[in-house]
C-alpha cells in the first residue's frame, strides 16, 4: 500500500510538472508560495492570528508576481492610500459635523462641560473643542499602567499595536469619543463591566472580537452598544480600524 501511494505520488508530480510546462508554468513557481502558505496554516492552528496573516500574504504576493504578473505589495499599498486618502479629505467635515452634534446634545442635557478655550467670531463665543492627536508610524502606543485622564482621543497607528485599559481611565461627564486607526496591527481594549460604551469596530483583512463576539474574514465590521447608553452620565464611544489585524475588546 505504501509502494502503491508513493507511486501515485510520483506519478502526479510528473503529471502536474507536463502540465506546467504545457502551459509555459514552471512548477518552481509554486514552490515558495506554498512553504509560505504552509507555515501561515502552522501559526492559524495555533492561534497567532496575526504571524500567519503576514505569511499568507508573503504567499499571495509570489503567487501574484510569479504567474500574474502583478506586484502584490505595490498593489495593497496603492489600495490602502487611496482609502486613508479618502478618509484625510473627507475627516475636516465629518469632525465638524460631529462636533455640532455632541453641542447639540450637551446643550439638551443642560450639564456643565470643560472646555479647552473660548474664542470670539464675529463679535459670538464660541466653544472650540480640541481633541488630543497621537500619531506614529512604527512602534506600539500603550494606556496600561497607571491612572490617566480620558479626554477625546485620536490615535492614528501605521505598524504596531495599541493597548488601552479604560479601567484605568478617569473619565469626564459626557461622552467621550475615542478613535483609533492602525492600518498593520492589533488594536486592544479593555473595558470595565459598568462602563457604559457604544463600539464601532471594522477590519479589512482579519478579525474582529468584541466582548463574545467574533467576526474573522474579509471587510468586517461589528457594532454593539451597552443598554441605556444615551443615558448614562458617563459614556465612552470607540471607533476602532485596522486595514491589516486584529480589533479586540474585553470586559475586565
Not at 493597548?163 to 488594536?187: F, N, W, Y
Not at 473595558?191 to 466582548?211: H, K, M, N, R
Request: net charge positive.
Amino acid at each position: 500500500m505504501k509502494k502503491q501511494m508513493l507511486f501515485g505520488i510520483i506519478i502526479v508530480i510528473i503529471g502536474l510538472n507536463l502540465l506546467f510546462n504545457a502551459i509555459n508554468l514552471s512548477i518552481g513557481n509554486f514552490i515558495a508560495p506554498l512553504i509560505f502558505f504552509i507555515l501561515g496554516l502552522y501559526f492559524y492552528k495555533r492561534k497567532h492570528t496575526f504571524i500567519s496573516l503576514l505569511f499568507f500574504i508573503i504567499s499571495v504576493s509570489i503567487f501574484f508576481d510569479h504567474l500574474l504578473g502583478v506586484n502584490f505589495i505595490s498593489l495593497l499599498i496603492a489600495v490602502v492610500a487611496l482609502y486613508y486618502g479618502i478618509r484625510l479629505v473627507r475627516a475636516p467635515s465629518s469632525i465638524e459635523k460631529r462636533r455640532n452634534r455632541r453641542r447639540k446634545e450637551k446643550r439638551e442635557e443642560h450639564k456643565e462641560e470643560v472646555v479647552d478655550e473660548v474664542v470670539s467670531v464675529k463679535g459670538e463665543e464660541q466653544v472650540v473643542y480640541t481633541p488630543t492627536m497621537r500619531r506614529s508610524f512604527i512602534g506600539d502606543i500603550h494606556y496600561m499602567g497607571e491612572s490617566y485622564e480620558l479626554n477625546d482621543l485620536t490615535i492614528w497607528n501605521g505598524i504596531g499595536d495599541v493597548r488601552i485599559d479604560l479601567s484605568k481611565a478617569i473619565i469626564p461627564e459626557g461622552e467621550t469619543v475615542v478613535i483609533v486607526q492602525c492600518m498593520i496591527g492589533q488594536i486592544d481594549f479593555f473595558v470595565p463591566e459598568d462602563l457604559a460604551v457604544t463600539i464601532q469596530a471594522s477590519t479589512i483583512v482579519g478579525e474582529i472580537y468584541l466582548f463574545h463576539e467574533k467576526h474573522e474574514g474579509i471587510n468586517q465590521q461589528l457594532s454593539i452598544a451597552t443598554r441605556h447608553y444615551k443615558q448614562s452620565p458617563r459614556r465612552v464611544k470607540l471607533v476602532l480600524s485596522t486595514v491589516i489585524g486584529e480589533v479586540k475588546v474585553r470586559a475586565v
